[in-house]
């Protein structure tokens, strides 16, 4: 039987709900050689080290790895294949254990703990080129850091722990680390075969102090720098004309880290030289290698000596792939991914490397390539960068002049998807690979998709993200390197993430990545996948604070998590649930944010404390509106239903989804379909409905509300539609429940029930069965809610909402008939002014009473503006990703001849508008489509902006009226934007910040500093054109414009105008197919 020996550390248990407070085992040097000293210390270099458990990240589950195979079952292991850059697993064909460059391979994954998930018994293997055992795992941290005077915990020796940590991260690792995997020492063994050895134990005494753990890393320093010299003498060209392209980084530590000897390094030196020129000397068509001469041999290895480094068998499964034949066309995901270049990371490529299967490269082909950029053959993301822009064009330009810039625009066209963020020699490796060499744009796919260190991280940040925020001048190419292997992530992903979160480029993968993406997965139990979906989504989570500040106080990161433990009363499992559907709930401040709605569900809604945190983890979304933005919402369903808040309270408890549905789009819509096409006259009744079935709000207006009343009313025996849907509306009344009930389920009902010869007015009444209700608040009376606000027309927010007026009394220090006094007066009490009912009030402009005093005639205009863009942002999507804009307004006229005013309109337009989107088939002229002209575009950038330019449309338009006395036009500007309409509602404090000549002015008088948050460059432009429009005297300073004395405009929602529904949501869509077209003709456009 093999003998294993086994590197265990303590592992340091969770104090609260089984959270980690430290790094788990994997920290490298953090195991200390503790039998070299024993009785069995000879017998150790033949020994196996295995980790004695490894801990699975899912749900704070563990998985044991197997440890006793049974003889007659598969011999399953997990290796790391660095060519792909995945964890594969195989089953070793032979007897024994030990690896062997034949085994089968069963399948891939992107990360360790997926395969760990899918073969709980297999073994985990240390990957071919790791030594025996890890230099650093050798190491007793504890005592070198005792013993020096440095201040550093995890420094000795020349080291740094955590440093070397993020040297020799394996892609996909996670939490995992070397010290926990498993490693062969037979003689067998491809290290052993390749010079590499065992550390000699017999030499090293038990390390007791921290000067002999000094000596031993003294003695691999020794040994590293000797294996350094020796590849330099190897790699040294006598012939002046090989000069290297460019410094390659080599030094002593990596060859300590990699355990490399002066006997390993000649022994592979020999190998590389053999497998390069292989195929050129015929050694026969089994073996594989390349064709070079031994001048192209002297070339690659005098400018790439790294390649001395790698395992051969790794290099030989690299060539196998480039000159395998192309797979059959009929498997799909190979041919998406040739085509489209989408979906590389579901393809796996090992097991098709396996089956014999590549990219079809000629010999060739791959050895002219390998010849001009030898980093293509790099199996570590240090290797990969290529030489410099400059040095590489100049060269292939005069090889052989095919570079041009028309083909360089030509592959960012094809290979956009993994060029962008890319270093721009990519572009040119690609571009020769193409031109030159003749391999098609599918299997530069295909290549570029199965391996990923072929492209590299640009290191200048580009316009694009220099102006979005602080930002370093080169960005820090070894923290760029650690995220991409810790998320397994592309370049362009890394790009997307800087540009979302620009502070990222000053971030160390030591001291600051590597510390917290840790502390997040271990607190939270991600897998490494869902920690890549966290972190993709909302990048500015590794800037969060998680480690202990002075003095022992927690971090802002450990406060949040108490928050929601403690106060809000979620698990481990409903908190990760929560920050994988909204990532930045684990940023929102406690004290303004979090903390308050904890109160507003409390106290102002009654929600039972049990109840918050599955509120949170249904809806965490609801945790990022505001205040004003609930209390509004609220108030709504209070105000058409004539419900208590603390009935609402039980709604949202129920149905928490509820809370972020739009109150003008759907809300409102819904409650006032509802009383209508039920017949409901009294709002309590409307009220009653909804608590019976709380979720029916969440059902689409025409798609499930209408529809369900259709359904019911065609299955009834009657002829009279009209009163077959009066008598469905009285099934809905007595039943509301089959509101939340799918069309497709009603429908089964309604045919089984005809086919039963039943009758299905009795068949669809209620029944005694039913959902269990979550809680039920007290029969006792409730009194009259209170709304509090700071501002008399109770139209712009709400300060907080009442259970009566006795507890309002009690919580501002006044008398009960205070509060009813001045509910009644409409006057403010300290400030403050009481209601208890919303009645909205309209703003009228000044120009009014001016302009319609001498007008014999009113044109209404209205004006529907809505917003897009394209690609829609999803969870799935990374944040980040670079989209177009786009929008669409719909104008309705009345009072005088339509055709002509649109008309008129869409000239106006043009003067307006530089791109005018084509219609296709919509022909009407009440439409403009035109697509987003500035910077960043988002969702609200281009609702804003929508709305801005409608009011642009009607100065062009106005100002060729400006001598019609005998009309005067009143225009509303419908929205369908939540965000815009917080800015519009308001249309009195809008005139005031038109006044303002400069947007630093209008910051100023919204006492705000920083205008990216409110889109200054576009509010300043609608609030200047709305103060002309409704004939407000310009600043002084303003030369070149007038105020129209012969319009009114006002803001309105757009589900508060004369647009159904399904109009509005048509409008929307038109807005984004602009942004779309933008789009495609963005990414076709080649420049000539």
């Not at 290797?383 to 570079?403: A, E, H």
């Amino acid at each position: 039987a093999m003998k294993r020996k086994t590197f265990t550390k303590k592992k340091k248990n969770a104090t609260k709900k089984g959270v980690n407070k430290k790094r788990r085992t994997s920290s490298k040097g953090n195991v200390a050689l503790k039998t070299a000293s024993s009785a069995t210390a000879d017998m150790s270099r033949k020994a196996k080290i295995k980790a004695s458990s490894i801990k699975s990240n899912k749900n704070s589950a563990t998985t044991t790895a197997n440890k006793k195979n049974q003889n007659n079952s598969p011999t399953y292991y997990i290796q790391f294949s660095r060519v792909f850059q995945r964890h594969v697993v195989y089953n070793a064909k032979a007897a024994t254990t030990t690896p062997a460059a034949n085994d089968q391979v069963i399948q891939s994954f992107q990360f360790l703990d997926d395969a760990i998930t899918s073969y709980p018994k297999a073994r985990i293997v240390a990957p071919r080129d790791v030594p025996f055992p890890p230099p650093l795992c050798t190491i007793d941290w504890t005592l070198l850091s005792s013993s020096s005077s440095s201040s550093s915990a995890v420094a000795a020796a020349g080291y740094n722990k955590i440093e070397e940590e993020c040297e020799t991260t394996i892609a996909g690792m996670g939490l995992f680390g070397l010290c926990e995997l498993e490693y062969d020492a037979d003689n067998n063994h491809v290290h052993n075969r390749n010079g590499k050895y065992p550390v000699d134990t017999t030499t090293t005494t038990t390390i007791s102090d921290g000067n002999n753990a000094k000596q031993q890393q003294q003695q691999h320093d020794v040994q590293s720098n000797e294996a350094l010299r020796t590849l330099l003498k190897l790699v040294s060209s006598s012939s002046s004309s090989v000069i290297p392209r460019h410094f390659f980084r080599l030094d002593h530590r990596r060859f300590a880290l990699g355990g490399h000897t002066p006997e390993s390094i000649t022994i592979n030196h020999a190998r590389v030289v053999t497998f390069l020129s292989r195929a050129r000397d015929g050694y026969g068509s089994s073996s594989i290698g390349l064709a070079m001469s031994s001048s192209d041999v002297a070339f690659v290895l005098s400018n790439f000596p790294q390649l001395c480094l790698y395992d051969t068998l790794e290099l030989e499964t690299f060539i196998r792939f480039l000159l395998a034949p192309l797979p059959p066309s009929n498997i799909p995901s190979i041919t998406i991914v040739a085509d489209t270049g989408v979906g590389g990371e579901k393809v796996d490529w090992p097991r098709l490397a396996y089956e014999g299967y590549g990219v079809g490269l000629s010999l060739e082909q791959a050895t002219k390539a390998m010849r001009l950029m030898p980093e293509l053959m790099a199996l570590y993301y240090e290797d990969s960068r290529k030489p410099s822009v400059g040095y590489l064009y100049t060269q292939l330009q005069q090889q052989i002049n095919v570079m041009s810039p028309q083909l360089c625009d030509e592959v960012k066209m094809q290979l956009g998807q993994f060029l962008e963020g890319a270093d721009f020699s990519d572009t040119l490796t690609l571009g020769y690979l193409y031109g030159y060499l003749g391999i098609s744009w599918k299997k530069l796919r295909l290549l570029l998709s199965a391996f990923p260190l072929w492209t590299t991280n640009n290191l200048d940040p580009g316009w694009e993200i220099l102006q979005r925020g602080p930002v370093r001048s080169s960005l820090k190419r070894h923290s760029l390197d650690y995220l991409r292997q810790r998320l397994q992530i592309r370049p362009s992903d890394v790009y997307k993430m800087i540009k979302t979160h620009t502070r990222l480029s000053t971030y160390d993968a030591a001291t600051k990545i590597l510390p917290t993406l840790d502390k997040l997965q271990r607190s939270l139990g991600l897998r490494n996948s869902e920690l890549r979906q966290l972190i993709l989504r909302m990048p500015s989570v590794i800037g969060m604070g998680t480690s202990e500040k002075d003095g022992g106080k927690p971090s802002a990161f450990d406060q949040r998590l108490d928050f929601f433990q403690n106060e809000a009363g979620m698990s481990i499992k409903e908190l990760k649930e929560a920050v994988l559907k909204q990532p930045s709930l684990i940023q929102y401040g406690i004290a303004s944010s979090l903390r308050p709605k904890l109160d507003f569900f409390l106290k102002e809604l009654g929600i039972p404390h049990d109840h918050i945190g599955r509120i949170i983890y249904t809806s965490p979304a609801i945790m990022g509106l505001s205040l004003d933005t609930l209390r509004s919402k609220v108030a709504s369903i209070m105000k058409l239903c004539a419900l208590h808040p603390y009935e609402v309270g039980m709604i949202v408890a129920v149905s928490p989804p509820t809370l972020f549905l739009s109150q003008k789009g759907k809300i409102e819509p819904a409650l006032k379909y509802l009383a209508l096409a039920l017949s409901l006259d009294e709002p309590r009744d409307l009220g009653e409905l909804v608590l019976k079935a709380p979720r029916l709000l969440r059902q689409g207006l025409e798609t499930s509300l209408m529809k369900k009343i259709d359904l019911i009313a065609e299955a009834l025996p009657s002829t009279n539609m009209k009163d077959s849907k009066r008598v469905a509306a009285g099934i809905l009344r007595q039943n509301p429940a089959l509101f939340d009930t799918s069309n497709a389920v009603i429908t089964e009902r309604i045919e089984r029930c005809v086919d039963a010869g039943k009758d299905v007015a009795q068949y669809l009444l209620p029944s005694t069965k039913g959902r269990k209700k979550l809680f039920q608040y007290p029969t006792r009376e409730m009194g009259d809610p209170i709304f509090m606000s700071s501002i008399a027309t109770f139209d712009s927010s709400l300060s907080k909402i009442y259970p009566d007026a006795a507890s309002s009394a009690k919580e501002m220090g006044l008398k009960r008939a205070d509060i009813v006094k001045a509910c009644t007066n409409g006057l403010p009490l300290d400030g403050h002014y009481f209601s208890s009912l919303m009645y909205p009030c309209e703003v009228k402009s000044k120009s009014l009473s001016a302009s319609t005093a001498d007008t014999t005639k009113t044109v209404y205009v209205s004006m529907f503006c809505s917003g897009g863009i394209y690609p829609s942002d999803s969870v799935e999507a990374t944040r980040g990703q670079s989209t177009t804009g786009g929008f669409a307004i719909q104008i309705i006229s009345e009072g005088t001849e339509e055709t002509r005013l649109l008309f008129e309109m869409s000239n106006a337009a043009n003067k307006c508008f530089g791109i005018r989107v084509p219609l296709g088939r919509e022909r009407s002229g009440d439409k403009l489509l035109t697509v987003f002209p500035l910077v960043n575009p988002s969702r609200n950038r281009c609702d804003l902006f929508s709305c801005a330019s409608a009011l642009r449309v009607l100065e062009a338009f106005l100002a060729t009226k400006r001598k019609d006395v005998q009309l005067f036009y009143d225009i509303k500007v419908h929205t369908d934007s939540t965000y815009v309409w917080k800015f519009v509602r308001d249309q009195e404090r809008l005139m005031s910040l038109g006044s303002c000549f400069t947007s630093l002015e209008m910051l100023s008088r919204m006492d705000v500093t920083d205008g990216s948050s409110f889109n200054v460059d576009i509010l300043h432009p609608l609030a200047r054109s709305f103060s002309r429009l409704n004939g407000q005297e310009e600043p002084p300073q303003s030369k070149n414009h007038r105020p129209f004395y012969n319009s009114r405009v006002n803001f309105c929602s757009s589900f508060d105008g004369k647009l159904q529904p399904r109009e509005i949501k048509t409008l929307k869509e038109l807005g984004k197919s602009a942004a779309m077209w933008q789009f495609n003709r963005e990414k076709s456009f080649v420049p000539k």
